[in-house]
DNA sequence: ATCTGTGCAAACCTTTTGCACGTCA
DNA sequence: TGACGTGCAAAAGGTTTGCACAGAT
């Protein structure tokens, strides 16, 4: 996470943007952020440590760091704008639970072979793609075949 | 389009709803419609032929679209929602370019095939799944000609 | 000292809903 | 006739912005 700590801080200077106490608070916290969470969940989660931390300024930042390239925003459909860290060796996709709203991460290599070459049958240039899977997953689909590994309401 | 005028009129009378002349009028250009609307501008479209027309019948008639299976939901992430015209026998997925919005529509079942390898693997029971490749289309891209790949900034 | 950042509240934008009236069956 | 549908307007749910004060350089 020192990585993404440094591309912050120096895209502040490169901005000339301040670094202040409330952006490191938000940087850490996301970057010790487990999983996909909305704005909304975010923030409240941070109120608990910082309650005198604004909305406002929590989603101004998430933007900066979108901006800057440490977080990844997403949207699966729910209406929410959920952030991600995000780091430049990797992409993944998504297992999107619709029981339990818990999301998965898996990586697909020749996948993203084919999606290349799809692109390049329409002659697109791909710049960013994004690839769900909505189910259940095996702690929610109807008969697990081994034991459920951790029965948990998890989100919400 | 038959086939979704009949299930749409199936549906309604199954569900014992009214089958208004709004709603066939909507069914109509619903059906008619080219390609991946928001609500807002199929809405903007319809009024120029039916003006007395209101959102709330529109939108709430795009639901039961959805509901009754011919219509798919889709959101591209851009905070407004989408409908299409949905077939039982196919499933596609996107290409959006970022540049003039149009959006093109493919299918590839080896990608569908993979992803329900990676679902195996997760123990995952998919019920649906969205693939998008967002980029430019080859109107927009900088030369279609020969450009040896990476030769664009891309976005930022 | 200056210019940016913050927190609050209000604006915004899209989707959803309540309600009185109209319409289909 | 009675239940459902419609259109209007307002509520809801989320994101974004204006502004006056606070803070970083």
């Known amino acids: 996470m020192k990585v993404q700590k440094e591309k912050f801080f120096n895209f502040l200077s490169r901005k000339r943007l ?12 996301f970057l010790r952020q487990k999983s996909h969470l909305s704005t909304e ?29 440490i977080a990844a925003e997403r949207n699966f459909g729910d209406g929410q704008m959920r952030f991600e860290v995000s780091r430049e060796d990797e992409h993944h996709d998504h297992l999107v639970c619709t029981a339990c709203s818990r999301i998965f ?33 095996s702690d929610c689909r109807p008969q ?6 951790g029965a948990s309401p998890a989100n919400l």
Chains 1, 2 share one sequence.
């Open 18 to 29: 301040k670094n202040t106490n409330q952006r490191v608070v938000i940087l850490e916290a």
């Open 41 to 69: 969940d975010f923030y409240r989660q941070l109120r608990k440590k910082h309650p005198g931390i604004g909305y406002a300024t929590v989603h101004r930042t998430l933007k900066l760091f979108a901006e800057c390239g």
């Open 105 to 137: 991460e898996f990586e697909n290599q020749q996948i993203e072979q084919l999606q290349r070459e799809v692109a390049q049958t329409y002659n697109f240039q791909i710049s960013d793609h994004r690839l769900e899977l909505y189910g259940l997953c």
């Open 144 to 149: 697990t075949t081994s034991a459920p590994q």
